[in-house]
Structures are given as C-alpha cells and as structure tokens.
C-alpha cells in the first residue's frame, strides 16, 4: 500500500555528509538510515525497506562500489604493511610467511568482508554529490511498502487514491508537459 507524499517528503532538512556517510558505514540506507537493506550478504534490496530509495539510481551505478572495496581493502593492506615494516625492524631475524599470509588473507577476504558496506558508503557518497530529485522522491514514497518482492514490477498500477492531488508528477517517462492550448 502506497504511503501518500506530502511536503514533509520534499521539504525534510537534508542529512549531513557525516551523517550520510556514518549510516553507510553502517551497512544502512544513506538517506533514512533504515537497516535490512540487505537480502543476503551479496544481495542487495533493491529499495530501502523503510523509506523507498532505489539504491541502484543509474545503470552501472554501483561501478562506484568497487571503488570503494578496493581502497578499503587497499587501506588495510597498507597498514598492515607499515606494521610489519616496524615489527621486521625490530625483529630482522624474523621470516615473511607471517606477512604473506596475512597479506593474503585480508587482499582475499578483504573484499568478501567489506562488498556490503562499500555499497552503502558509495550510495552515501553518491548522495552528498547528488541530492535526490523530485521524481526519486516521489517514487521512494511511492514504493514504500512495496517490499515483499525484490524487482519493482513496471506494470503496477498506480495507486488509485492517498496521493496528494496537487503533487507535482514525476516528469521521467516525459509525460508531464502540460498539454498545449486549444486555440
Ligand atoms: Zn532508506
């Protein structure tokens, strides 16, 4: 059942960067900071559950994504590195099997482990460069509730009733020029 948008889904104060970016390290939706946004561990929803907002705003938009994964799995490696370049200082005598395997192990699980959290740290990234606009919004409040099924189907009516008469409609499938004038 479609929640009815009003103006507080349009004019709610916008969340800082910090903590848009707090909520994506969070695993959680930037936007809400609603949890469950997640089906599985690789399995992305493809709405927040609590608030509607559609993760993946682009095609190839979650190239991003590895990105993040990398330099997150790059950061660790790094200082991994630095702390074995002090301790080898403090121990010459001492071999590389340690570090190799260490170094294996996070540049191999590193990824696995930080896939979901890189998602939502780049959507909170994508967020504070690209605020949402008036279609998104409008389509976020629309499919709340619609979170029994993971695809949003295309071909579901529209809700019939609860929508603000006066909302402003989403201008994406280009239907909402006003009709020109009968002269
Ligand atoms: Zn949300």
């Given at each position: 059942m479609a929640r009815p948008i009003d103006v507080d889904d349009v004019l709610q104060p916008k969340p800082t960067p910090a903590v848009l970016l707090r909520r994506g390290f969070l695993k959680?939706?930037?936007?809400?900071?609603?949890?469950?946004?997640?089906?599985?561990?690789f399995r992305m929803k493809e709405?927040?559950?609590?608030?509607?907002?559609?993760?993946?705003?682009?095609?190839?938009?979650?190239?991003?994504a590895y990105l993040i994964n990398f330099a997150i799995v790059e950061g660790f490696l790094f200082l991994m590195l630095m702390f074995f370049i002090a301790w080898k200082d403090q121990?010459?005598?001492?071999?590389?099997t340690l570090a190799i395997v260490l170094g294996l192990t996070i540049g191999l699980a590193g990824p696995v482990v930080f896939y979901p959290y890189s998602r939502t740290i780049w959507s909170a990234l994508d967020l504070i460069m690209t605020p949402l606009e008036m279609g998104e919004i409008v389509a976020a409040a629309d499919a709340v509730?619609?979170?029994?099924?993971d695809a949003v189907d295309?071909?579901?009516?529209?809700?019939?009733?609860?929508?603000?008469?006066d909302a402003e409609p989403a201008n994406g499938d280009g239907t909402g020029d006003p009709p020109p004038p009968v002269t």
């Open positions: 959680h939706c930037p936007r809400c900071g609603g949890g469950h946004v997640y089906r599985s561990w709405r927040c559950p609590t608030c509607g907002y559609l993760f993946e705003r682009e095609p190839g938009f979650f190239v991003g121990h010459p005598d001492a071999g590389m509730g619609d979170d029994d099924d295309p071909d579901r009516p529209p809700p019939t009733e609860g929508t603000a008469p």
